[in-house]
């Protein structure tokens, strides 16, 4: 019986997984980012020995080896050009991984997510990415590039918007926000300077924890009916019904289409206000029927998936 490899690649941790023919899950491992766009110079390399690494430690709780694998398939962030693809599949291939697919891991968050294995994934999590493959196979991403292409709603962003609203509440005196409140009581600080502090946190790589506690604020605001967190929502909303229908403009889908949502800021957190102004808006946009669904299986689900149907 031959064995399958999965991999989904972010830019903290990266998951993979085993699978026999019959789609079952046979082993399991966690492993550290391998956004190769993290490692500075020697990025490529670096990437792929924590790759080979994780597939090690995944086949040795198997009691497996390289030989015993019939096919892997990696979903990897960073991995948004053709140059990057060949640089990672060459390191990969010469260490032993020569029956081996790599696409972006927005990719995989369509066919783990999308009945019909042709839609649009709308990503929200560390970064922002909208990937789509539609009936054809053609696939497309979108965002990815930060400020150049617009990329918000992730946590990143999400914090700095909050961190804004709480200066422009106390600093510049334009607009209360519930957000200054929440954060002087989690943080115990009672001033404008006591809330300077927080941006080293924001950004930097170890501050995920204050992130994740701006990103909850920014959700327990909207949710409040606070304004200046909702027009924020808004804003978020427009930006991914834009992506889902220049999608949706240039190809080839389905009526309804499917939409996955992924990321933990669709997935984690109570974020319904946020999604029924994107439900909304891209309904508008397009003028088409979408489907919307919130992915509830592990993105790497979909690296079998497709291993099955096209290279089993």
Not at 58 to 63: M, R, S, T
Not at 228 to 241: D, F, V
């Amino acid at each position: 019986m031959p064995f399958y490899i999965g991999a989904d690649g972010g830019g903290t941790k990266t998951a993979y997984a085993l699978f026999n023919e019959c789609k079952e899950l046979l082993a399991s491992h966690e492993g550290p980012g391998t956004n190769h766009e993290n490692f500075g110079e020697n990025g490529f390399d670096e990437a792929a020995r924590r790759i080979f690494e994780g597939v090690q430690a995944l086949l040795g709780k198997a009691g497996l080896g390289l030989d015993d694998i019939g096919f892997a398939f990696m979903g990897l962030a960073g991995v948004d050009h053709p140059y990057q693809y060949e640089a990672l599949m060459q390191r990969l291939n010469a260490m032993g991984l020569t029956r081996l697919e790599i696409v972006n891991d927005g990719y995989i968050v369509v066919k783990a997510g999308c009945q019909s294995g042709a839609g649009i994934g709308l990503n929200l999590g560390t970064g922002t990415c909208c990937n789509a493959i539609d009936r054809q196979g053609r696939r497309a991403m979108l965002a990815g590039l930060g400020e150049f292409s617009g990329d918000i709603g992730n946590g990143s962003w999400i914090g700095a918007q909050v961190f804004r609203c709480a200066y422009d509440d106390l600093v510049l005196g334009i607009e209360p926000s519930a957000v200054t409140g929440m954060i002087f009581d989690l943080f115990n600080i009672d001033s404008a300077e006591g809330l300077m502090p927080l941006v080293q946190e924001l950004d930097c790589e170890g501050g995920n924890n204050t992130k994740r506690a701006f990103v909850n604020m920014f959700f327990e605001a909207v949710n409040a009916g606070d304004p200046p967190a909702q027009r924020i929502a808004e804003q978020m909303a427009l930006r991914g019904a834009q992506m889902i229908t220049a999608h949706l403009r240039t190809l080839d889908f389905a009526d309804p289409c499917e939409v996955v949502l992924s990321g933990s800021i669709h997935t984690k957190l109570p974020s319904e206000a946020y999604i029924k102004q994107l439900k909304a808006k891209a309904a508008q946009l397009s003028g088409r029927e979408l489907i919307f669904r919130k992915l509830d299986r592990a993105p790497v689900m979909g690296c079998i998936d497709w291993i099955l149907k096209e290279f089993a």
